[in-house]
């Protein structure tokens, strides 16, 4: 089994790609060892001393690092990765995978919302998953926008760079009711 390895915006984040479906539907942010216990991959990645976010995507994993370098630890992920794989072992040990929590917005800006929801999806969830990472819709209120960074996207720092110049010019474009794009 060979793991490509891709860098992304986020110094502190590296996107390894397995070659095979790491999750089949969704995607999953854990960012302690405590949130981790439903995964069996992501409870191994945690062991390894310097990993402090670990994300789940389609066909790949992002891991984010604290003060550790990478020529020390990457080594290991990748030991990792390959074990749980070789292995058979399932991914998550339950089925259900959720995308970050409820959401807030007014029933009569459903329209709205709805379109800002297809926007994120097919222009730019595809876009940001290439980096590593996702957003998600979290809620639109009094023409405000907010989302969630998750994977390489949380905590990097040209994500203010991609909500402000990218996905609020984007939304504002199709939609005069967005004033502004806020992360959460």
């Known amino acids: 089994m060979f793991i490509q390895t891709e860098a992304t ?16 539907d969704g995607t999953h942010d854990f960012r302690s ?5 439903v995964s069996p991959l992501a409870q191994k990645l945690f062991s390894i001393e310097g990993v402090e976010g670990v994300f789940f995507g389609f066909d790949f994993v992002s891991i984010t690092k604290g003060e550790a370098e990478w020529q020390h630890i990457k080594p290991a992920i990748l030991g990792a990765i390959m074990e749980h794989f070789m ?6 040990k339950i089925e259900e995978i959720t995308n970050g929590g409820g959401e807030d917005y007014d029933e009569a800006d459903a329209d ?4 800002i929801k297809e926007l994120l999806e ?7 998953a290439q980096d590593g990472g996702d957003i998600t819709f ?7 926008v907010y989302l969630q960074m ?13 909500l402000k110049h990218g996905i609020e010019n984007l939304l504002r474009h199709f939609l005069p009711d967005v004033q502004e794009v806020r992360a959460v």
Do not use: W, Y
């Open 9 to 24: 915006p986020n110094p502190a984040t590296l996107k390894f790609l397995p070659g095979k479906v790491v999750l089949e």
């Open 33 to 37: 060892m405590q949130e981790a216990e």
């Open 112 to 115: 709205t919302v709805a379109t």
């Open 150 to 162: 998750r994977g390489a996207c949380a905590g990097c720092p040209s994500s203010t760079a991609t």
């Open 122 to 128: 097919t222009r730019v969830r595809p876009a940001v």
């Open 87 to 92: 292995s058979g072992a399932p991914i998550m």
């Open 138 to 144: 979290h809620g639109f209120r009094d023409g405000v």
